[in-house]
Protein backbone atom coordinates (compact mmCIF):
# COMPACT_ATOMS: atom_id res chain seq x y z
CA UNK A 1 0.00 0.00 0.00
CA UNK A 2 0.95 3.44 -0.96
CA UNK A 3 1.86 5.98 1.90
CA UNK A 4 0.13 8.26 -0.38
CA UNK A 5 -2.66 7.04 0.40
CA UNK A 6 -2.54 8.11 3.74
CA UNK A 7 -3.53 11.70 5.21
CA UNK A 8 -1.04 13.34 7.75
CA UNK A 9 -2.76 13.68 11.05
CA UNK A 10 -3.62 17.19 12.32
CA UNK A 11 -1.29 18.46 15.18
CA UNK A 12 -2.81 19.47 18.58
CA UNK A 13 -2.65 23.00 17.17
CA UNK A 14 -4.46 22.57 13.73
CA UNK A 15 -6.97 20.48 15.69
CA UNK A 16 -8.01 23.51 18.11
CA UNK A 17 -7.37 26.08 15.54
CA UNK A 18 -10.12 24.11 13.33
CA UNK A 19 -12.40 23.80 16.19
CA UNK A 20 -12.24 27.32 17.53
CA UNK A 21 -12.93 28.72 13.84
CA UNK A 22 -16.04 26.46 14.21
CA UNK A 23 -16.94 27.49 17.65
CA UNK A 24 -16.54 31.17 16.18
CA UNK A 25 -18.41 30.37 13.17
CA UNK A 26 -21.96 28.86 14.85
CA UNK A 27 -21.89 31.87 17.11
CA UNK A 28 -20.71 29.22 20.34
CA UNK A 29 -17.70 32.02 20.27
CA UNK A 30 -19.50 35.11 19.40
CA UNK A 31 -18.41 38.78 18.94
CA UNK A 32 -16.55 40.09 22.27
CA UNK A 33 -16.75 36.81 23.68
CA UNK A 34 -13.85 36.54 26.47
CA UNK A 35 -12.00 33.60 26.08
CA UNK A 36 -11.29 31.52 29.28
CA UNK A 37 -8.15 29.50 28.29
CA UNK A 38 -8.36 26.92 31.31
CA UNK A 39 -12.01 26.54 30.75
CA UNK A 40 -11.25 25.93 27.03
CA UNK A 41 -8.59 24.20 27.42
CA UNK A 42 -10.16 21.31 29.79
CA UNK A 43 -12.69 21.00 27.55
CA UNK A 44 -10.74 20.55 24.61
CA UNK A 45 -8.89 18.07 25.95
CA UNK A 46 -5.38 19.83 25.58
CA UNK A 47 -3.41 21.32 27.64
CA UNK A 48 -2.72 25.53 26.96
CA UNK A 49 0.31 25.21 25.04
CA UNK A 50 -1.93 24.18 21.80
CA UNK A 51 -4.45 26.53 22.12
CA UNK A 52 -2.55 29.41 22.97
CA UNK A 53 -0.71 28.69 19.45
CA UNK A 54 -4.15 28.43 17.87
CA UNK A 55 -4.96 31.68 19.80
CA UNK A 56 -1.70 33.43 18.26
CA UNK A 57 -2.85 32.57 14.53
CA UNK A 58 -6.42 33.69 15.17
CA UNK A 59 -4.91 37.37 16.81
CA UNK A 60 -2.61 37.76 13.58
CA UNK A 61 -5.92 37.16 11.69
CA UNK A 62 -7.63 39.80 13.77
CA UNK A 63 -9.95 37.31 14.96
CA UNK A 64 -9.11 37.44 18.51
CA UNK A 65 -7.43 40.50 20.41
CA UNK A 66 -5.34 40.90 23.63
CA UNK A 67 -5.97 42.89 26.70
CA UNK A 68 -4.42 43.47 29.12
CA UNK A 69 -5.89 41.92 32.74
CA UNK A 70 -8.87 40.76 30.10
CA UNK A 71 -6.86 37.90 28.57
CA UNK A 72 -8.18 37.02 24.44
CA UNK A 73 -11.70 38.44 23.59
CA UNK A 74 -13.18 37.29 20.08
CA UNK A 75 -13.42 40.45 18.03
CA UNK A 76 -16.36 42.69 17.48
CA UNK A 77 -17.17 42.48 13.91
CA UNK A 78 -16.23 45.80 11.63
CA UNK A 79 -17.85 46.70 8.71
CA UNK A 80 -14.18 48.66 7.80
CA UNK A 81 -12.97 45.17 8.19
CA UNK A 82 -15.08 43.58 5.99
CA UNK A 83 -15.07 45.75 3.22
CA UNK A 84 -11.26 45.79 2.92
CA UNK A 85 -11.25 42.32 3.08
CA UNK A 86 -13.53 42.09 0.54
CA UNK A 87 -12.36 44.58 -1.74
CA UNK A 88 -8.75 42.55 -1.43
CA UNK A 89 -10.44 39.56 -2.45
CA UNK A 90 -11.84 41.00 -5.28
CA UNK A 91 -8.38 41.78 -6.99
CA UNK A 92 -7.24 38.72 -6.45
CA UNK A 93 -10.05 36.57 -6.94
CA UNK A 94 -10.64 38.11 -10.42
CA UNK A 95 -7.08 37.09 -11.41
CA UNK A 96 -6.90 33.09 -10.28
CA UNK A 97 -10.85 32.99 -11.99
CA UNK A 98 -9.23 34.07 -14.89
CA UNK A 99 -6.32 32.05 -14.63
CA UNK A 100 -8.15 28.79 -13.82
CA UNK A 101 -10.60 29.57 -17.36
CA UNK A 102 -7.24 28.21 -19.49
CA UNK A 103 -7.03 25.07 -17.08
CA UNK A 104 -11.17 23.85 -16.97
CA UNK A 105 -12.03 20.37 -16.96
CA UNK A 106 -15.35 18.52 -17.12
CA UNK A 107 -14.13 16.83 -13.47
CA UNK A 108 -13.52 20.30 -12.14
CA UNK A 109 -17.43 21.25 -13.10
CA UNK A 110 -18.47 17.97 -11.76
CA UNK A 111 -16.61 18.62 -8.75
CA UNK A 112 -18.03 22.55 -8.32
CA UNK A 113 -21.29 21.03 -8.46
CA UNK A 114 -21.35 18.48 -6.53
CA UNK A 115 -19.90 21.06 -3.68
CA UNK A 116 -22.77 23.30 -4.46
CA UNK A 117 -25.02 20.85 -3.93
CA UNK A 118 -23.26 20.43 -0.37
CA UNK A 119 -24.12 23.86 0.15
CA UNK A 120 -27.98 23.73 -0.59
CA UNK A 121 -27.68 20.20 1.79
CA UNK A 122 -26.46 21.83 4.34
CA UNK A 123 -28.62 25.13 3.61
CA UNK A 124 -31.58 22.11 4.02
CA UNK A 125 -30.49 21.24 7.74
CA UNK A 126 -29.60 24.54 8.82
CA UNK A 127 -26.31 23.63 9.14
CA UNK A 128 -24.37 26.77 8.93
CA UNK A 129 -21.42 25.48 9.82
CA UNK A 130 -21.40 23.37 7.24
CA UNK A 131 -22.56 25.73 4.63
CA UNK A 132 -19.49 27.68 5.29
CA UNK A 133 -17.05 24.11 4.32
CA UNK A 134 -19.04 23.31 1.45
CA UNK A 135 -19.47 26.78 0.57
CA UNK A 136 -15.83 27.45 0.46
CA UNK A 137 -14.89 23.88 -0.79
CA UNK A 138 -17.08 25.60 -4.28
CA UNK A 139 -15.01 28.20 -4.66
CA UNK A 140 -11.21 27.00 -3.80
CA UNK A 141 -11.74 24.25 -6.40
CA UNK A 142 -12.37 26.93 -8.96
CA UNK A 143 -9.15 29.17 -7.38
CA UNK A 144 -6.89 26.11 -7.23
CA UNK A 145 -7.51 25.61 -10.84
CA UNK A 146 -5.68 28.96 -11.43
CA UNK A 147 -2.12 27.33 -10.77
CA UNK A 148 -1.05 30.01 -8.91
CA UNK A 149 -0.51 28.89 -5.93
CA UNK A 150 1.34 31.90 -3.59
CA UNK A 151 -1.92 33.68 -4.98
CA UNK A 152 -4.23 30.95 -3.43
CA UNK A 153 -2.33 30.65 -0.30
CA UNK A 154 -3.23 34.55 0.00
CA UNK A 155 -6.64 33.78 -0.76
CA UNK A 156 -7.24 31.11 1.95
CA UNK A 157 -5.75 33.76 4.90
CA UNK A 158 -8.39 36.62 3.46
CA UNK A 159 -11.17 33.61 3.84
CA UNK A 160 -9.86 32.51 7.15
CA UNK A 161 -10.20 35.65 8.61
CA UNK A 162 -13.69 36.58 7.12
CA UNK A 163 -15.30 32.89 8.05
CA UNK A 164 -17.50 34.50 10.68
CA UNK A 165 -18.54 37.59 8.52
CA UNK A 166 -19.94 34.49 6.08
CA UNK A 167 -21.86 32.91 8.89
CA UNK A 168 -23.69 35.62 9.51
CA UNK A 169 -24.78 36.06 5.56
CA UNK A 170 -25.53 32.19 5.42
CA UNK A 171 -27.59 32.69 8.37
CA UNK A 172 -30.69 34.20 6.29
CA UNK A 173 -32.78 31.69 4.47
CA UNK A 174 -33.35 34.61 1.79
CA UNK A 175 -29.17 34.85 1.12
CA UNK A 176 -29.11 30.98 1.25
CA UNK A 177 -32.01 31.10 -1.61
CA UNK A 178 -29.59 33.88 -3.55
CA UNK A 179 -25.99 31.72 -2.97
CA UNK A 180 -27.86 28.32 -4.75
CA UNK A 181 -28.40 31.04 -7.95
CA UNK A 182 -25.21 32.24 -7.67
CA UNK A 183 -23.20 29.00 -7.63
CA UNK A 184 -25.91 27.66 -10.78
CA UNK A 185 -24.34 30.86 -12.63
CA UNK A 186 -20.71 30.78 -11.54
CA UNK A 187 -20.58 27.34 -12.43
CA UNK A 188 -22.59 27.91 -15.87
CA UNK A 189 -19.47 30.29 -16.69
CA UNK A 190 -16.87 28.15 -15.68
CA UNK A 191 -18.34 25.32 -17.39
CA UNK A 192 -18.54 27.76 -20.43
CA UNK A 193 -15.11 28.53 -19.99
CA UNK A 194 -16.10 32.42 -20.00
CA UNK A 195 -13.48 33.96 -17.67
CA UNK A 196 -15.49 37.31 -17.65
CA UNK A 197 -19.16 36.12 -17.05
CA UNK A 198 -17.59 34.07 -13.94
CA UNK A 199 -15.40 37.04 -12.89
CA UNK A 200 -19.05 39.31 -12.70
CA UNK A 201 -20.63 36.11 -11.12
CA UNK A 202 -18.18 36.34 -8.69
CA UNK A 203 -18.39 39.71 -7.60
CA UNK A 204 -22.06 39.72 -7.37
CA UNK A 205 -22.08 37.07 -4.94
CA UNK A 206 -19.45 39.09 -2.93
CA UNK A 207 -21.41 42.48 -3.45
CA UNK A 208 -25.00 40.61 -2.06
CA UNK A 209 -22.64 39.43 1.38
CA UNK A 210 -21.12 42.55 2.09
CA UNK A 211 -24.20 44.42 1.54
CA UNK A 212 -26.24 42.00 3.51
CA UNK A 213 -23.61 41.60 6.42
CA UNK A 214 -23.12 45.15 6.55
CA UNK A 215 -26.76 45.39 7.58
CA UNK A 216 -26.67 43.22 10.13
CA UNK A 217 -23.37 44.64 11.57
CA UNK A 218 -25.19 48.28 11.53
CA UNK A 219 -28.25 46.59 12.76
CA UNK A 220 -26.41 45.32 16.18
Known amino acids: MSAATFEKPPTAQEAVLAELRRMMVTGELAPGTPIRQEALAERLGVSRVPLREALKVLEGEGQVGYAAHRGYVVAELSVDDLV ?43 DVAEITTANRRLHFLLFDASGMPRLVRTLRQLWDATDVYRSVYFAGEANRERVHHEHDALIDAVARRDAEAAVAVQAEHRDHSVAAVTAAITAR
Open 84 to 126: EVYRMRELLEAEAIRAAALHVTDGLVAAMRAAAADVDAAGRAD
